[in-house]
Structure formats: C-alpha cells, structure tokens
C-alpha cells in the first residue's frame, strides 16, 4: 500500500500529516511531509502532482487562512475550491506561486510587481537632485499613474493617440454600405450610422474616394451630433419618399463621427476588446511635452545619478545596481538645506541594491523596471515573484511553487537553487511540483506521484529521501534519476539547404546574421535573456510571415497597448525562402480566452463527433444536423448560458468570476440534445471524458481515434475533451497546438517554430514528444525549438547558442554546430552540460 514506503517516525512535530486526499484523481492516499524543508512532487504529466500540492496542500491553507478574515477581505482573493480531503495536521499558512494560466488580466510592469518602482520613487523624492528654487515633489509625482505626476498632454501614456482618414477608412474603394469606415462599430450601431447618413442626404452606396472631400471630413471628424429620424430597412429612395411625407420614423437616431467615437471608446471603455478594436484605427506618435517619458516637467527635472526616474527606469537592473551600488557606502557631500538626505540616500540605496541583487541572482539583471508583464514568459514572472519574497522576511510558510525552472537554462538553475535555499534557511517550507533532474537531486525530500496519468495515477509511489526512490520499481521518475544513459536514441540528418538571416536588430540583437538549417531539428538554446525569443520567436517568426504574406494570428497578438513603442524589425532572409510554404508556431499563447473554446473544438475533433452524432438514427428521426451538437448554436444549447455551461457573476469591486450554470448543470446544451446517444452517451457525457477514455470509446471512428491517438502522443491523455482553454496551461496550450498541427501533416516543406515544447513535461514524456517531432522532420518539414533540455538538445541534429551572457551580454551567436561541435565549445555556457548527456 501507499503507507508501506513511509519511513516510520515517532516524532511528528516537523511534518505535515495528510489523510485521504482525493482531490480530482487521487487515490484515497495517506502521506506526510516534512516542513521547513525542499519538497518535490514528481511524477508524469497528469499523475496528481498539482491537485496535492496546490488542489489539497495549497487549497486547505488558504481555506483555513481565509476563514480567520472577514468575508469583505475574502473577496478579494481567487479563491480555490475546498479540497477533498479527509484531515491535514501540522500544516503553516501557505504562499502559492503558481505559473500564470491564459493570459494576465491586471496591468503591472516589473517594477510595481516587485515594489521597486515605489523605492526608487522615494529615493528621488527624497534623495534626488532639484533643481535650485525647486521644492520637494512627493513620492507619487514620480509615477506617469497618478494625476500629481502624468505628462498633462499625453496623460501618462508617453504616447499621443490620433485619428486620420487614411487609419479610419483603410479602404476607399469601398461605400458606406461596404463598411468604407471601418473605425465605426459593427452590428446594430453601425447600421443606425449608415442608416442616420442616409436621412441627411449622403450617399452611403457610393465609392468613399468618390465621396467630395467636405463630406468625407464631416462624416469622420465633425462634433456635431445631429439628432435626425430613422427610417429602419428603408431603400435611399424610400428615406427620400418618407422624409417628403413626413411619416413616423422608427426612431430617432444621434450621428457620431469615426473620430468622435473613436476617442471617446479608448478614453472611456472600461472593455480591454472594445479598447484593443479601436486601437487598430489609430496612430501613435511619441508625446512632444514629454518626449515619450510619460512625467510631468517638473518630476523630469529631478536627478539621481545624473539620470531623471524614466531614464533610470528604463536601464537592465544590473545597470540600474551598479548605478545605485556606490551610494551604498559613498558619502554624499553634506548638504546644509538637507541634512538627512545623506542619510536617506544610503538607507534607500542599501534596500535596492539587496532587492536587485535577489533579481540577478534569478537571472532576471537583464529586465527594466519599465517592461511591462504582459510581456514576460510565465517563468520570469514566477521568478519575479519569487525574489519579492525572497526579500520579504516572512518565516514559518509554505512556499508552492509550479516549474519553478521552466525557461530556464541550467546554468540559470543553479541560481534558481540557491533563492529556493535562502528561502528554506529563513525559516521556511517549499514545495515544488517540478520535472528537471537537476532541481529534483537538489530536493531534501521526494513524493513521486504515478504511476501513469489521470484515473491510472493518482496513487503516492513514494515519498521520502530522493536515495530511497532508487528501491521503487513502478516510478517512472526513477529511471531518469539514477539510470545513467538515458539518451534518447538519434540518427544524425544532415541539412537540405540553409535559411540565412541577416543583419537582424531587435531587443538586444544588433546587425546579427544567423544561419538555420533546413529539413533538420534544431534547437537554439542560451540562458534566460540572452536573445533567444528575440531572434526566432520574433525576429526569424516574422521575417518568414512577411515573405510568406502570412500574418499571426488574432489570438496571438498582445494587446497593443502593451507595446511600449511599435518595434520595427531590421533585418531579412538571404537565402533559403523558396524551401519553406507555410510557416507553423506552435507557442504558449493561450487557444482561447473563454471557456467557449477547448481541447475539443480547437483540434477540430469536436466536428467529427458532432457528425456521428447527428448520424445517429434517433437524431436522423428528428431531422437534428451537426449543427444541433454545437454548444456555440441556438438550436443545440441551452439557452440560459448560451451553451457556455458557465454564468457570469459579477462581483462588486472585483474581476467577474463564472459559476457553473444551474439550469444545464455545466452540461451547455438544452435537455432535448442531452435525449440523443451515442453508445449510451450524451454529447456533454463526450466533452467529459478524458484523451484516454475518449480514445477507447472511439475506437471504431478512425478518424476521431487518430486526433485522439495524436493527443495522447504529445502527453495530454489525461485531459478532458471540453476542458475550457482558460483552464490550459502554457505548455498544454502548445501541445494542442501541436498534435493539431500532427494531425495536418504530410504536405511537406512547412517551418516548424516552437518554444521550450518540453514545459511541463515529465521525462519520459519527453521522448514521445521528440519522437512526434522527428515525424515531422523526416516527413519533410523543418523543426526550430527554443530549448533548455539537454536530453533533447543532446537528441537534436543541430544547436546554436545564443549569449554569451543576458541582455546587453548576450545577442550574439556563440556556437553553432552538431551537438558534439557545442558541447566541445570553450566558450559557451551550454558545453558543460551538453556533455554530460552526449554518449
Ligand atoms: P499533474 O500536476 O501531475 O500534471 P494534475 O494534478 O494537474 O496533474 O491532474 C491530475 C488529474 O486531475 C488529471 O486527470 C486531470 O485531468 C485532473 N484535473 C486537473 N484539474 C482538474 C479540474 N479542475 N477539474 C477536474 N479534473 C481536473
Ligand atoms: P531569451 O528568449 O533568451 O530569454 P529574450 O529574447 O526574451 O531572451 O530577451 C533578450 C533581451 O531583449 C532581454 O534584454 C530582454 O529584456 C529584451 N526584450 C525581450 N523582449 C522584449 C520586449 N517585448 N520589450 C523590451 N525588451 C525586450
Ligand atoms: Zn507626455
Ligand atoms: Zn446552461
């Protein structure tokens, strides 16, 4: 049984003890883990690591935290579902930081997530140099969010939005009718517009171009807001008739101009959709007042360093710590107004040195304080994080933490390893859910979850020492740990021809020209920051989409507000363009941001299924077509969510949070299509079965039970089929990606992008994952991965490592070569540990 592999222990005062968990998969199982110490949970994708360390351990401290405040404070945190579990003794309160999962919802920069922003503004405030006659400026003028400190022209944003004809109207060969001013909303209000131009006379069927000057400036930029009647689904001349006639309008309907409405939205909307749509319809140049640095004059004026705040906030912390390092120990010239600023200067500088030092021991020294988080990876915000806390003295809690180590490259980890131990030596628990060996040696204590993945996991192989595993036979994780050839097994291939990149500038490449090889598996590796996503996730991504004619997709572009300045890409191919048809990336962006879609729909697996069910002879009967399994249709759904099985609720105050429906039950459809089976099961009975199952019960449709075959190849067996793409982590969404695209394959001569596919993967699923790779590339298509594995850098026909170092140290290529040719390479920070998983 589970118990059998507990070392026994009279004294249980260091240990969290935990009876009966049975929190989604789990089994029923009994365990007990010590505190202050590094604990990590192993095990595959889906074998229960995170429904105990974060569904049960996590869930039942905040629950009995949250229960000691008073329900208004309550509110305001994401509160986890009570965990099915039986008793937990022993135990602290408990601190979760968890990998971001969809996207982001708050807008934050690295310096207010890590309340650096906050000190700097003090230590300018208090400590800076004014100008002589200046007063003092308060802590908060330095900061473009509030009204004491904003650049009144440009209202913080350091950008100044505007409107022309030629970004309302992108085409004027287009009428009125045409949508010509695609700035104006859609649906029921754009018509209500078109249909108010056509009362005043214009003639909405008529090319724009061809429209007189006076009339197209007074449709997109006059103030006027005429009140005029409405004449609904009349013809131009029936408007005419019925103006003459004087007849009853429909309604009586307000005119607002493009720009009008533009402006108005983007100052106004509270909808990031809404703000994000009219965005599209406007340019942004630098603020003239503020020269893009988003403060008012005065707050500029002041000094540190020679620097004003903006300027500082926009150096890589390393620069802004050896900027602010010399203060800690210099003795500032006394200054007779202010005696105390001597003071304050090196009390502050003392507090931002040591934060910033946590920062680059993490790896993150190449960050600004400006960056905004949306623009982070899931794994340099938990680091972010993770440092704050580092810094925040607290003692006597349990940290969980979720693939502390994804996007980091092992000399990266090591680092990661030594902010885990300050936290423990401060008094402190951890508990990790990881899969790199290296974080999982380090670990003074194991719990392996498994063996395999959903109903066949959830069982506790072991928990104690990582020495003691070596005796579990069914751990998977074992094998990794101690077998000492673990290589996955490769034959070499050698490049069809050679994709050039040339004078590539963007972040913190300068003039960079690298060469990719075509019809190979390549990986491009180098530590965290030192230009890997900027040179293929950005800048080969969208050189290959420009000359391809491709775009990205809607759902892969960041919010444009978020830009900080549009980037413009320098750089171009040389040479290799005519060997590449289609571009794939297959990254963590989320598939979707509602619950409207899912694993299902977004494979593409969900139309099948709702054939077969329309092929039933009971839904023949009732004439029910595809169209009536669809959650996303009138016909099919139920209609008090519209087949979002969800409801929104509203919370005052606070981000609105969705409950399940309580007339389907969650199911999303109406009672009538819950009547038609398949072999005894509902279409919702279907989204509820796991990969796994749904494999087993297709298994006379061979075209479902090859999507289902592709899915579990890439490691997702464990999901449901309706699981909502906002329950997805990052690297589940980019494995959906993936198999989705597995499933297209076959034509050939396509460029596959993809960055650390192996996140969130135990190792033995890793090699199913390389081996669905390796069938891309012998299927004649080229594999690009960002990659920190060295099993599958090892596994690889060739690597290029960027670096040397971080930020401004890094942007160059290091080594470019066969696996054997980089772990070779005195000069590259990967070589060392290349070597050691090279036969
Ligand atoms: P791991 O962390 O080991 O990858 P998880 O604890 O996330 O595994 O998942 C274990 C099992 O529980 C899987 O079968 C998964 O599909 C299921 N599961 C995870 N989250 C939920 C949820 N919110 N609702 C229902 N089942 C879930
Ligand atoms: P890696 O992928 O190797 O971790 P990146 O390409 O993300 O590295 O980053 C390289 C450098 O470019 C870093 O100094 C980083 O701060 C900077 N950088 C990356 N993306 C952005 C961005 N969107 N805005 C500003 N700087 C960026
Ligand atoms: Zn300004
Ligand atoms: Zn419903």
Redesign the pocket.
């Known amino acids: 049984s589970d118990k059998s592999n507990q070392p026994v222990r009279s004294d249980r005062s260091g240990f969290v003890q935990v009876r009966g968990a049975r929190e989604h998969n789990l089994k029923n199982v009994d365990l007990q883990i010590p505190r202050d110490a590094l604990v990590v949970f192993t095990g595959v994708s889906g074998s229960g690591k995170s429904s105990l360390a974060f569904g049960t351990l996590y869930a039942e401290a905040q629950r009995r935290y949250l229960e000691s405040v008073s329900p208004y404070a309550r509110r305001l945190f994401h509160q986890m579902p009570v965990p099915e579990v039986d008793e937990i003794d022993g135990l602290p309160p408990a601190v979760a930081l968890q990998q971001q999962r969809g996207t982001p919802t708050t807008r934050s920069s690295v310096g207010s997530v890590t309340t650096l922003s906050n000190l700097l503004r003090m230590l300018y405030s208090r400590a800076g140099d004014y100008p002589p006659g200046q007063s003092i400026i308060y802590a908060e003028a330095f900061s473009p969010n509030t009204a004491e400190g904003a650049c009144p022209q440009c209202h913080g944003l350091g950008r100044i939005y505007d409107v022309t004809e030629q970004s309302m109207v992108p085409d004027d060969t287009l009428t009125i009718r045409e949508r010509a001013v695609a700035a104006w909303p859609t649906a029921w209000q754009g018509q209500n517009l078109r249909d108010i131009l056509t009362t005043l006379g214009y003639d909405v069927d008529k090319p724009w171009k061809e429209l007189s000057k006076k009339d197209r400036q007074w449709i997109l930029f006059t103030h006027e807001q005429p009140v005029v009647p409405v004449y609904a689904g009349y013809t131009p001349a029936e408007v005419k008739a019925a103006l003459k006639r004087k007849e009853e309008p429909s309604y009586m309907g307000t005119f607002t101009s493009a720009k009008r409405y533009v402006m108005h939205t983007f100052a106004n909307t509270q909808s990031a959709m809404m703000k994000k749509r009219v965005t599209q319809y406007m340019l942004s140049t630098a603020c003239p007042v503020c020269d893009g640095r988003r403060l008012r004059k005065e707050s500029l004026s002041v000094k540190f360093a020679g620097l004003d705040i903006t300027e500082m906030s926009r150096l890589?912390l390393a620069r802004l710590y050896s900027t602010i390092q010399p203060y800690v120990v210099k003795k500032t010239t006394p200054d007779h107004d202010h005696p105390e600023k001597a003071i304050v200067t090196q009390r502050i500088a003392t507090d931002l040195t040591a934060r910033l030092e946590v920062l680059m021991e993490l790896g993150l020294g190449?960050?600004?304080l400006e960056?905004s988080t949306p623009?982070l990876?899931p794994g340099e915000l938990q680091r972010l994080r993770l440092a704050t806390q580092v810094r925040s003295n607290l003692f006597g809690v349990v940290y969980v933490l979720d693939e502390p180590s994804a996007?980091l490259h092992p000399a990266d980890t090591e680092a990661l390893l030594r902010a885990l131990d300050r936290l423990k030596s401060g008094g402190n628990s951890l508990f990790v859910v990881e899969h790199q060996l290296d974080v999982i040696r380090h670990a003074d204590w194991i719990v392996d979850v498994g063996p395999a993945a959903g109903e066949h996991g959830g069982q506790i192989l072991y928990s104690g020492p990582p020495q003691g595993l070596s005796a579990i036979p069914d751990s998977l994780t074992r094998k990794y740990l101690f077998e000492e050839n673990t290589a996955i097994s490769h034959t070499p291939r050698t490049p069809r021809a050679w994709l050039q990149l040339k004078d590539v500038t963007r972040?913190?490449l300068q003039q960079l020209s690298a060469d990719f090889p075509l019809g190979v598996f390549t990986t491009v590796t180098?530590?965290?920051?030192?230009?890997?996503?900027?040179?293929v996730?950005?800048a080969l991504v969208e050189l290959v989409l420009q000359r391809l004619g491709q775009h990205r997709n809607e759902e892969d572009e960041t919010d444009l507000l978020e830009?900080?300045a549009p980037?413009t890409l320098e750089g171009y191919i040389a040479t290799g363009m005519e060997h590449i048809k289609r571009l794939v990336l297959v990254d963590q962006q989320p598939i979707g941001r509602t619950p409207r879609s899912n694993l299902a729909t977004y494979t593409g697996l969900f139309d099948h299924v709702r054939k077969l069910f329309a092929s039933t002879k009971q839904a023949k009967a009732r004439k029910y077509d595809a169209g009536r399994f669809s959650f996303n249709i009138a016909k099919g759904r139920c209609e008090n969510c519209n087949g979002e099985g969800f409801v929104m609720v509203e919370l005052l105050f606070l981000p609105s949070v969705y409950a399940p429906c309580p007339v389907c039950e969650g199911s999303r459809y109406n009672a009538k299509t819950l009547e038609i089976k398949y072999r005894e099961h509902s279409i919702a009975d279907v989204l509820q079965m796991t990969v796994n199952d749904a494999y087993a019960f297709f298994s006379e449709e061979p075209t479902i039970h090859h999507s289902l075959h592709v899915l579990k190849e890439v490691g997702l067996g464990y999901l449901r089929l309706g699981q909502p793409a906002t329950e997805l982590s990052g690297g589940e969404a980019q494995r959906i990606k993936l198999a989705t695209e597995l499933q297209r394959m076959g034509r050939g001569n396509a460029l596959y992008v993809l960055d650390e596919p192996t996140t969130g993967l135990h190792p033995a699923d890793v090699e199913k994952l390389m081996s669905q790779l390796n069938r891309l590339v012998d299927a004649g298509n080229t594999v690009i991965a960002?990659e920190h594995n060295m099993r599958v850098l090892a596994g690889s026909d060739w690597v290029i490592d960027?670096g040397p170092g971080?930020?401004?140290e890094?942007?160059k290529v290091v080594i470019a070569g066969t696996p054997a040719d980089v772990a070779r390479h005195s000069k590259s920070r990967t070589a060392a540990y290349l070597a050691r998983h090279l036969k």
Do not use: C, D
């Open positions: 890589p190449y960050l600004t960056r623009t990876s996007g972040n913190n180098g530590i965290s920051g030192s230009g890997k996503s900027s040179l996730s950005q830009q900080e980037a960002v960027i971080a930020g401004e890094g942007g």
